[in-house]
């Protein structure tokens, strides 16, 4: 099992427009790719010295094979799709392999 996680910091004055975008359209549109099973967004609980609300998404998916796809297939157009937050929020990707579970 592989975990596909964005952090991204988003500026505050955008901030409750942005979580709801993530909720009611981003995640879901992740999700019907149908190349994850679940999706768990997070709030990071340190204050950046930047500024700005931290946040990780994490993307639960059963294979390397089918986190590749996504790259190839989804991921350009769903990134796309964040143009409106342009400019006010960075973000960076890890992709981590489940080791154990208990």
Same mark, same amino acid.
């Not at 988003?10 to 009611?24: G, L, N, P």
């Not at 994490?58 to 991921?75: F, G």
């Not at 890890?94 to 080791?99: D, K, N």
């Given at each position: 099992?592989?975990?596909?996680?964005?952090?991204?910091?988003?500026?505050?004055?955008?901030?409750?427009?942005?979580?709801?975008?993530?909720?009611?359209?981003?995640?879901?549109?992740? =999700?019907?790719?149908?190349?994850?099973?679940? &999706?768990?967004?997070? /709030?990071?609980?340190? @204050?950046?010295?930047? %500024?700005?609300?931290?946040?990780?998404?994490?993307?639960?998916?059963?294979?390397?094979?089918? =986190?590749?796809?996504?790259?190839?297939?989804? &991921?350009?157009?769903? /990134?796309?799709?964040? @143009?409106?937050?342009? %400019?006010?929020?960075?973000?960076?990707?890890?992709?981590?392999?489940?080791?154990?579970?208990?």
């Amino acid at each position: 099992m592989y975990i596909y996680n964005v952090t991204i910091n988003v500026q505050e004055d955008i901030h409750d427009d942005w979580v709801k975008w993530m909720k009611e359209e981003h995640i879901p549109d992740m =999700l019907d790719t149908g190349k994850f099973s679940k &999706a768990l967004m997070t /709030r990071v609980m340190v @204050k950046e010295p930047m %500024g700005g609300i931290t946040y990780s998404i994490q993307y639960t998916t059963e294979s390397k094979e089918k =986190l590749e796809r996504y790259y190839a297939e989804n &991921a350009e157009e769903l /990134r796309g799709k964040s @143009k409106p937050f342009e %400019g006010k929020f960075v973000s960076f990707r890890t992709e981590l392999e489940v080791i154990s579970e208990q």
